[in-house]
Structure formats: C-alpha cells, structure tokens
C-alpha cells in the first residue's frame, strides 16, 4: 500500500474554493489539516488499477472522534477515479468537524455489477474497522454521491444487510451501514429510464453499449433479473436510513422520472426520505442547486407512510444539505445565550452573545426570538436583523459566521420600546432553543 501524506497547504486556494461551492469564507479556519492519499482498501484488481483506492481528508477543527462523510463521484460507472472532486467536497465538510472519504471503485470495464457495491461496502468496512485510526465516529458515516455515485449511495444506504451484495473484498466481518444518505439525480430503474426519456430526446438506455447494459454486462431488457438486483428500489425498507435526494426536471442523461419512481417505492415501504425536484435543471449540480430556482422547487417528503408536499421549503444549498446531514446523524447542537440592554427615554440598546455548548461547530447562524411588548428593531451591527410582527430573525454577518465547539461571536441592536423592555422568553439558534445565561 502507498499512501502519501500532505499536509494543507495553499490556503488561498482553499478559501476560494469555499466560495466557489456557497461557503462563507470569512474567518473560515483551514479546510483540512492533512490529507491521506491513496489508501488500498483492498488489494487492486485488475493489479494497477485504481478502483481500491481512497483518500482521506481530516478537518483541523472539531470533536473526535469525527463524524465522517463518505464521497464517490459519477462517472456512468466508466471510471474507477472518484477523486477529482474531494478537495472541493472536504472543503465543504472538513470545516465543520467532518472527515472526509472519497472512496473509489472498479468501472465497469473492470468488472460488472454487483462488484461496485461490494467495493463501495469493503471500503466503509475498512473505515469502520480503521475508525481509531483516524479518529472517525463509527457510528455516524454518511454517503453522498451524484449520478452513478449517487445510484453507488443509494445502494449503500438502502442495503444494510443484505448479504448477497455484502462480497468478500477487502476487511470483512464489520458493519458496512451509512446512516444517512445525500443523492443527486441517481438512475434507479433502468428499463423504464427510455420510456421517461425527455421529449426531446435522452439517452438509448436499451443500448448494448450504454452504460447500464455495460454496468450489468448484459442489454438490460433482455436480462431483466440482473437489472432488478442493480435496482436500490429492490432493497428499500422502512428499517433503512434516511435519504436526501434531488433531481432536475431537465435531466437529460438520467431522467427525472427515476426518483419519482423512488420516492414512490419509499413511501409505499413507509421509509423517511424527502425528494426534491428542480424545475429546468439539467444533470449538473450547478443547475440544481441554482440560486434562481430557489422557491420554486417541489419537495416531498415521506415518513411513517405518509406524504407533505411543498414548494420552495428546501432550498437546494450546501447549508440545507449539511443540515440533513447532521440532523441525520444525529450531530445537533447547544447552546447559550447572553442578552444585555441599556436603555433610555423610547429607545435602548441590545446586546446578545450566542455560545456554542455542542460537540460539532455551527457554520452559518441565526439567531430568533420574539418580544412580549411593543420593542421594534430600528438597526443592528454585527449580524442582519429583521422583525415581523414580534418576531426577530438576526443572522450572521458573513465574518462571524463560524462558532466552534465552545466558542462564541455576538451582535448588537437599537430598537425603540414603550410601556415594559422584558427580555425575550426563549432564543434559538438555527432552530435549537439555547440556554439563557444571565
């Protein structure tokens, strides 16, 4: 095994990586402290290959042991290199608390179907077995992926044990289970992707030469009993993880339809998942998570065999996803608050100071609560404040966005009061009711 260790260098390029993909870059610390490359997870097959290897990127801030989330690129199952993306997606998560792994496989010209999800199992094996290691939390891996390595996520999360896809590479006799899955536009059921092909055309899935006839090894109608066992609808349950996924109504690669297909088979087996469908996309994360097409996406969600349908609720962002995430894995944070005023004649001052009590750091915050009297916010530094009827909403200002574990960052307010100045009953953080300190 050769493994090479770097550690984080350039921090320029880091922070406009952040930018790039939608992350505060203020005050942001380095995005990862060392990265681990080319772990074999199991040995090479063919020998040279790439497909059993992994890097690892470990955050330089954070609890240990670490939740860990797992990537794997699509590639329509050609390649067997997943990496070209994990900088950009440990530049995301490693700032957060989250180790990273992104995880390659065989292609398809390497070796057919199931062997990819055997690869996918032996390498969360080989983590999971290797969690002291790299101080990873055993108990809190996710999956993400897109397109084939979203169809790669999907198998991972909805075939907990099943052992037929279980295989015998690599480290053995370890769980294999993520507990949380983030998907975009993932092919499901391939023998109906021609039928839901666009009008305007699509790809011929029938194809001997397409990439599920070549995933499978077979032209997928004329061997419907492998394209089944390729399909994670076959392995859904309402015992399995819960799964994010998204999808363009534009796709032309992988039709739309196929997570329309998903989202009804989850919720026919009373699975949670929450399904969310961007209007003109394409098959590019770029499209789908478009900043114009905020409030016009349609998003499902099933859990306890029941179904709400939205639009514009879940804004396809990465703060949205890693809120998933975390919620997922059961992360979520505390609190504290401390709340000050200095008052006179109609008007006062406040202060708040909001402290991170949790294990895991808070990127990007907000602040809420509600007056009991008439106060009314006339300005604010340090955070944008809003107010609607008597409910105040303050969000970061772009530098104070990050909060590590026991740290803190504080804003300030004018507003103008008459009659009682109470201090507000309860706040929240990001939706967590915090602590008031005196």
């Given at each position: 095994m050769q493994v090479r260790i770097h550690m984080a260098a350039v921090a320029g390029m880091v922070m406009t990586?952040?930018?790039?993909?939608?992350?505060?870059?203020?005050?942001?610390?380095?995005?990862?402290?060392?990265?681990?490359?080319?772990?074999?997870?199991?040995?090479?097959?063919?020998?040279?290959?790439?497909?059993?290897?992994?890097?690892?990127?470990?955050?330089?801030?954070?609890?240990?042991?670490?939740?860990?989330?797992?990537?794997?690129?699509?590639?329509?199952?050609?390649?067997?290199?997943?990496?070209?993306?994990?900088a950009e997606i440990a530049a995301i998560f490693n700032p957060l608390g989250f180790a990273v792994a992104v995880v390659n496989v065989r292609s398809s010209a390497q070796a057919i179907f199931p062997a990819q999800v055997h690869d996918?199992?032996?390498?969360?094996?080989?983590?999971?077995?290797?969690?002291?290691?790299?101080?990873?939390?055993?108990?809190r891996f996710a999956m993400a992926g897109d397109s084939s390595g979203a169809w790669l996520t999907q198998m991972a999360v909805f075939s907990g044990g099943v052992t037929a896809l279980e295989g015998t590479v690599g480290t053995t006799g370890v769980s294999s289970a993520v507990h949380v899955g983030l998907a975009f536009y993932s092919p499901t059921d391939f023998l109906q992707m021609n039928a839901q092909n666009l009008p305007t055309g699509g790809l011929d899935h029938n194809s001997p030469a397409s990439p599920e006839s070549l995933l499978v090894g077979c032209p997928i109608q004329t061997c419907p009993a492998a394209v089944a066992a390729a399909n994670p609808m076959t392995y859904v349950d309402s015992a399995d993880p819960p799964l994010l996924f998204l999808h363009g109504q534009a796709d032309f690669l992988v039709p739309h339809g196929q997570s329309v297909l998903l989202f009804n088979r989850i919720k026919a087996q009373c699975g949670n998942a929450t399904f969310v469908s961007v209007p003109a996309a394409d098959h590019m994360m770029v499209q789908i998570m478009d900043p114009a097409q905020y409030g016009n996406e349609t998003v499902k969600t099933t859990a306890n065999c029941g179904e709400t349908v939205s639009t514009g609720t879940l804004h396809p962002s990465w703060a949205n996803f890693i809120a998933w995430v975390r919620s997922g894995l059961k992360l979520g944070n505390a609190c504290e608050v401390t709340y000050s005023t200095g008052t006179w004649n109609g008007a006062f001052n406040g202060g708040v100071v909001v402290k991170n009590t949790g294990t895991t750091p808070v990127q990007n915050w907000t602040v809420q609560w509600t007056w009991s009297g008439n106060q009314a916010i006339t300005g604010a530094w340090n955070a944008t404040v809003t107010q609607t009827g008597a409910a105040v909403t303050a969000k970061d200002?772009?530098?104070?966005?990050?909060?590590?574990?026991?740290?803190?960052?504080?804003?300030?307010?004018?507003?103008?009061?008459?009659?009682?100045?109470?201090?507000?009953?309860?706040?929240?953080?990001?939706?967590i009711v915090c602590t008031r300190v005196p």
């Open positions: 990586m952040l930018a790039t993909l939608g992350v505060s870059v203020a005050l942001a610390p380095p995005a990862h402290a060392q990265v681990i490359s080319d772990i074999a997870y199991a040995p090479a097959q063919p020998a040279g290959s790439r497909g059993h290897l992994l890097d690892i990127y470990l955050p330089s801030t954070g609890m240990t042991p670490r939740p860990l989330l797992i990537w794997h690129s699509g590639s329509a199952w050609t390649s067997d290199d997943s990496k070209p993306l994990g996918i199992k032996a390498a969360i094996r080989y983590l999971r077995a290797n969690a002291a290691t790299y101080q990873l939390d055993p108990n200002a772009g530098h104070n966005s990050y909060i590590g574990p026991g740290s803190s960052q504080s804003f300030g307010f004018s507003a103008t009061a008459t009659g009682t100045n109470a201090i507000p009953a309860q706040f929240k953080m990001n939706n």
